[in-house]
T-cell receptor
């Protein structure tokens, strides 16, 4: 089955600096790659997603890049702010038989933005 | 918010007792999922449903059962809770078979379960 690895597990950055989180996946059939942000005590919230036929996508201060050949994708956060502090999860989606979609998650990255 | 309500939000139970977690959605989405979250493991799929009375196992289904008698409700049952099932449980929903940007999987707020 799919395996997603995420690095680093913790990331501390100074406010205003950039943060980069990297993920690799194993199943070449995976075709959708969302990123979720999870704040303390809450459920994961989708922040950006990309489909396999797109190499890069931006939304204000966040961007995701995908390299299908190398099977890795990354989240970039620019001009980090204290409210960016959270746990971030990458995921890869593959079909479950013909009956749904399974998201396989990375282990998460705890990001701390220091004022 | 994605229109997902999980209950209870917090529960402490004893080993060997049955526990049922409920997920209720107001989006009329066909696909519903139960995930568990544990440190270092991200979220792992327990069971999922692709319609009323249509369910199947995920990657960590041992010790769990599910039922879906109505589109809006998806129940997760621990028949005899064990300490290894102490975790945070998340319900998720999606509208269609193929997920895409704008047509994706949304999560509820979680249910914290402690088995003592």
């Amino acid at each position: 089955g799919e395996n997603v690895e995420q690095h680093p597990s913790t990331l501390s950055v100074q406010e205003g600096d950039s943060a980069v989180i990297k993920c690799t996946y194993s199943d070449s059939a995976s075709n959708y790659f969302p990123w979720y942000k999870q704040e303390l005590g809450k459920g994961p919230q989708l922040i950006i997603d990309i489909r396999s036929n797109v190499g890069e996508k931006k939304d204000q201060r966040i961007a995701v890049t995908l390299n299908k050949t190398a099977k890795h994708f990354s989240l970039h956060i620019t001009e980090t702010q204290p409210e960016d502090s959270a746990v971030y999860f990458c995921a890869a989606s593959s079909r479950i038989k013909a009956a749904g979609n399974k998201l396989t998650f990375g282990g998460g990255t705890r990001v701390l933005v220091k004022p | 918010d994605a229109g997902i309500t999980q209950s209870p939000r917090h529960k402490v139970t004893e080993t060997g007792t049955p526990v049922t977690l409920r997920c209720h959605q107001t989006e009329n989405h066909r696909y519903m999922y139960w995930y568990r979250q544990d440190p270092g493991h991200g979220l792992r799929l327990i069971h999922y449903s692709y319609g009323v009375k249509d369910t199947d196992k995920g990657e960590v289904s041992d010790g769990y059962s599910v039922s879906r008698s109505k589109t809006e409700d998806f129940l997760l049952t621990l028949e005899s809770a064990t300490s290894s099932q102490t975790s945070v449980y998340f319900c998720a929903i999606s509208p269609r078979l193929t997920v895409d940007p704008g047509n994706t999987i949304y999560f509820g707020e979680g249910s914290w379960l402690t088995v003592v």
